[in-house]
């Protein structure tokens, strides 16, 4: 009788390679607001209010890259580079009966990331990982718009500069193909405390009574492929 045919493994190539990635998820943040006298009332005395609890959620576009290196059997470690649109959005409203509505709207736009992961393979075609690194976001201005029986107006109430930040995460990726693989990962972002500049339209002498500062965190979940 013949002998049966050998059983023809499935090739999984090395995890060492450059790539491309595109994906998408969820994200939801959380600001911290503190409000504190400014240089104007120092010589007459001093406070400190904070705010916490104000935050958003909303989808999250991220394109990236980078480069895994496989430098053991199991282990795999690599640098990364992404870029998250976000449209994660905050609206405090208030309203006065039929005379008056109030919106303050504010949202998180985009966030770039510069870091590392290691990981370690579960199967050869499945690594486990966690990663780290700095990250830069920044915010939309806040607005404030206004409606009441003769019109409306609005303006904007704050704005903010870049802030910077670092992030932790971790994920698991699945090789579909030598070259392609998809990945689910979540990630917590933490910004710096960063000054805020109130009323820039309308009346930035404000600021020299208050300073505003304001500390946000992000937690993403994602898919993508690489």
């Given at each position: 009788?013949?002998?049966?045919?050998?059983?023809?493994?499935?090739?999984?190539?090395?995890?060492?390679?450059?790539?491309?990635?595109?994906?998408?998820?969820?994200?939801?943040?959380?600001?911290?607001?503190?409000?504190?006298?400014?240089?104007?009332?120092?010589?007459?005395?001093?406070?400190?209010?904070?705010?916490?609890?104000?935050?958003?959620?909303g989808g999250a576009l991220t394109i990236g890259g980078g480069y895994d290196y496989q430098f053991a059997?199991?282990?795999?470690?690599?640098?990364?580079?992404?870029?998250?649109?976000?449209?994660?959005?905050?609206?405090?409203?208030?309203?006065?009966?039929?005379?008056?509505?109030?919106?303050?709207?504010?949202?998180?736009d985009n966030e770039l990331s510069v870091g590392g992961r290691l990981g370690y393979l579960v199967t050869?075609?499945?690594?486990?990982?966690?990663?780290?690194?700095?990250?830069?976001?920044?915010?939309?201005?806040?607005?404030?718009?206004?409606?009441?029986?003769?019109?409306?107006?609005?303006?904007?109430?704050?704005?903010?500069?870049?802030?910077?930040?670092?992030?932790?995460?971790?994920?698991?990726?699945?090789?579909?193909t030598d070259n392609i693989s998809l990945k689910l990962d979540y990630r917590y972002t933490n910004g710096?405390?960063?000054?805020?500049?109130?009323?820039?339209?309308?009346?930035?002498?404000?600021?020299?009574?208050?300073?505003?500062?304001?500390?946000?965190?992000?937690?993403?979940?994602?898919?993508?492929?690489?």
């Amino acid at each position: 009788p013949s002998e049966p045919e050998p059983i023809e493994e499935v090739s999984v190539g090395s995890w060492t390679q450059c790539y491309l990635s595109i994906g998408g998820g969820y994200a939801f943040t959380n600001e911290e607001l503190t409000l504190s006298n400014g240089p104007a009332i120092v010589p007459f005395g001093s406070f400190n209010v904070g705010f916490d609890g104000f935050g958003g959620e909303g989808g999250a576009l991220t394109i990236g890259g980078g480069y895994d290196y496989q430098f053991a059997p199991k282990f795999v470690a690599g640098l990364l580079i992404d870029y998250t649109m976000h449209g994660a959005d905050t609206d405090l409203d208030l309203n006065v009966g039929n005379l008056l509505t109030a919106n303050v709207g504010f949202g998180l736009d985009n966030e770039l990331s510069v870091g590392g992961r290691l990981g370690y393979l579960v199967t050869p075609q499945t690594l486990i990982y966690g990663s780290a690194g700095y990250s830069r976001i920044e915010l939309d201005d806040a607005r404030l718009s206004v409606n009441f029986g003769l019109g409306s107006f609005g303006t904007r109430v704050a704005s903010s500069g870049a802030i910077d930040g670092f992030f932790l995460g971790a994920g698991i990726e699945t090789k579909i193909t030598d070259n392609i693989s998809l990945k689910l990962d979540y990630r917590y972002t933490n910004g710096d405390s960063e000054q805020i500049t109130l009323l820039p339209d309308a009346l930035p002498e404000a600021n020299d009574f208050v300073r505003a500062e304001i500390d946000p965190d992000i937690q993403t979940v994602r898919m993508s492929l690489d």
